[in-house]
C-alpha cells in the first residue's frame, strides 16, 4: 500500500484526551504562554510514508558489524532528502528532548511479518530487527525554514538479539554521504533561531559511551520516546491529520489492538497552550526522566524521579518533582543551594541552575547540549514562581526536603531526601 508525499510540517499535540491527575499542588498553578521552541519548525520537502509490504528494500547490518555508511541500510529512497525507504516509518513525539537547536527527523522500521508488543502505559517492546532512526539538522535561518538546512547526523537504535546498539553516522560537509563514527565528534555550526537570535556552536555528536548515558548502560538499553505517552499524536500522511497510533493500528504493526483514543494518558506540547504544570510535567519527562525515574535508570538511585507516573499522585504514594528535596549527592554540582525545587523561588532551585548551566560538572542534561534551551528555562522557572504551599525549611530542620503536599516520611519513601545518590 503506497501513501503520497507527506507534509514535513508536524502536527502539534496542545491538549490531553484524558486529563492528567495532578494533586492540589500542581492544580493551584495557571497556564501564561511560553515562546516556541525554534526546534519545532521544520524545512519543507517531501516525505513518503511507509508501504507496508515486504521489507522495502531495507538491508539491515550483520549483528557488531555495522556498515561504515548510512547509505548501505537503504533506509532512505532519498537520504539527503530525508524520503525513508518502504515500511520506514515516520513519526513525531509530543515533548521532544532538547538538542541545542536542532531539528530531528524521526523514523521507525518494523521487519516484515514483526509485530510490536503495545502497552498503555510502558514502552513498546519492538521485535528484534526494529530500528529506530532520527536525523539532526540546523536549518540555514529559523525564521524562514525555506532556506534549506545542514544535515549534521542521522542515529540509529538498532534491536539486536542481546538488546539495543547505538549507531551514529555524521554528514560530510558536501550533504553526499553520512559515515559511521562511534567516538563522537564536534561540528562547528552557526545557528539563526526563529527569533533571530544568532548563536554559535560546536555541536556535539555523541560517542557510543554518551548514547548509553541516556538509554541505559548495557543490559538495560532501551528507547526514550517508544511509548504510547509520547507518540499518541497526530501527524500528517498525505490526508490530513491522522493519529500517529490509529495509523500504525490501521498498518497492523501492534500485536492488540490499542484503546481508543479518548481513553488514552499523554504528554502534552511544552510550548503549547496546556496548563503550565502539564506542560512543565511534560517537559520534565521528555527532557530528563529517561535518567529520573525508578528502576535500573542511570539516576534511579537519586531520589528524584519526573517520568510521568511518579509525578502522578493517582498512580504514585510520593510526589517527587524535587520540590524542598535535598541532593544527597550531587557531585559537588549544587550551585551552592540545596533544594532541587524551591517554592515560589526558581533563582534558589538547584533544577534551574543546572538547565541553565553549560559547564560540563554542573550542566543538565549531562550530554546532548552545550547550549541553554532558553524557552525551556523559561518554562520551568514560570512553573515554579507559581509553585505554592508552605516553604522549603533550612537543612537538618525535622520537615527538611519534605515536599509541602507529599505524603508523611513515615509513609512516604525517600519523602525526606533520603536517596543514596543524586544527579540533579
Given amino acids: 500500500m503506497d501513501y503520497p508525499f507527506r507534509s514535513m510540517v508536524p502536527v502539534f499535540v496542545t491538549d490531553a484526551r484524558k486529563p492528567i491527575a495532578l494533586g492540589a499542588l500542581a492544580l493551584s498553578l495557571l497556564a501564561p504562554s511560553c515562546s516556541s521552541d525554534p526546534a519545532a519548525k521544520a524545512p519543507p520537502g517531501p516525505t513518503r510514508d511507509a508501504a507496508i509490504s515486504g521489507d522495502g528494500g531495507v538491508t539491515p547490518a550483520p549483528e557488531g558489524e555495522p556498515y561504515q555508511t548510512l547509505e548501505e541500510w537503504h533506509l532512505f529512497s532519498d537520504a539527503k532528502a530525508q524520503v525513508p525507504a518502504a515500511r520506514v516509518i515516520p513519526y513525531e513525539v509530543i515533548a521532544q528532548l532538547f538538542s541545542d537547536y536542532a ?15 503495545y502497552s498503555a502505559t510502558d514502552r513498546w517492546k519492538l521485535p528484534v530487527g526494529s530500528i529506530f532512526v532520527k536525523t539532526f539538522s540546523y536549518l540555514k535561518d529559523g525564521r524562514d525554514p525555506k532556506n534549506g538546512e545542514r544535515l549534521l547526523e542521522t542515529r540509529l ?26 567516538g563522537g565528534a564536534t561540528i562547528p555550526s552557526d545557528i539563526v533561531t526563529t527569533s533571530g537570535k544568532s548563536l554559535s556552536n560546536g555541536y556535539l555528536v555523541p560517542s557510543e559511551d554518551d548514547c548509553r548515558t541516556c538509554h541505559g548502560r548495557l543490559g538495560y538499553t532501551d528507547t526514550l520516546g517508544g511509548r504510547t505517552r509520547q507518540l499518541d499524536r497526530d ?11 490509529d495509523h500504525l493500528a490501521k498498518l497492523g504493526l501492534f500485536d492488540v489492538t490499542p484503546e481508543p483514543a479518548a481513553e488514552r494518558v499523554h504528554l502534552v506540547d511544552p510550548f503549547g497552550d496546556a496548563p503550565l504544570s502539564d506542560r512543565a510535567r511534560s517537559y520534565l519527562d521528555g527532557n530528563c ?24 499522585p493517582a498512580t504514585a504514594s510520593d510526589l517527587h518533582w524535587g520540590v524542598c528535596k535535598q541532593p544527597t549527592s550531587a557531585t559537588g554540582s549544587t550551585c551552592g543551594l540545596w533544594a532541587d525545587v524551591y517554592p515560589g523561588k526558581p533563582d534558589q532551585s538547584i533544577l534551574v541552575c543546572r538547565i541553565e548551566s553549560q559547564q ?27 509553585l505554592t504551599g508552605a516553604g522549603c525549611d533550612a537543612p537538618g530542620s525535622q520537615d527538611a526536603g519534605k515536599s509541602p503536599d507529599a505524603p508523611d516520611a513515615a509513609s512516604t519513601p525517600d519523602a525526606s531526601g533520603g536517596a543514596r545518590a543524586d544527579a540533579n
Avoid at 105 to 113: C, K
Avoid at 235 to 245: F, L, R, S, W
Wanted: glycine share 10%; aromatic share 10%.
Fill in 360 to 386: 560540563a560538572r554542573a550542566r543538565m542534561p549531562p550530554v546532548g547540549r552545550t547550549l541553554v534551551h532558553e524557552e525551556g528555562v523559561a518554562l520551568l522557572r514560570d512553573w515554579i514562581a507559581g
Fill in 103 to 117: 531539528f530531528k527527523r524521526r523514523f521507525i522500521y518494523v521487519p516484515s511479518g514483526q509485530k510490536i508488543a
Fill in 157 to 182: 537504535l538498532i534491536h539486536e538479539k542481546d538488546g539495543w546498539v547505538g549507531r551514529t553516522y555524521v554528514w560530510n560537509d558536501a550533504q553526499t554521504s553520512a559515515v559511521l563514527t562511534t
Fill in 235 to 245: 501527524d500528517d500522511y498525505g490526508h490530513g491529520p491522522e493519529n500517529q497510533i
Fill in 289 to 312: 526522566a529517561h535518567c529520573h525515574q525508578r528502576g535500573e535508570a542511570n539516576a534511579s538511585q537519586s531520589g528524584y524521579w519526573v517520568d510521568y507516573p511518579s509525578t502522578d
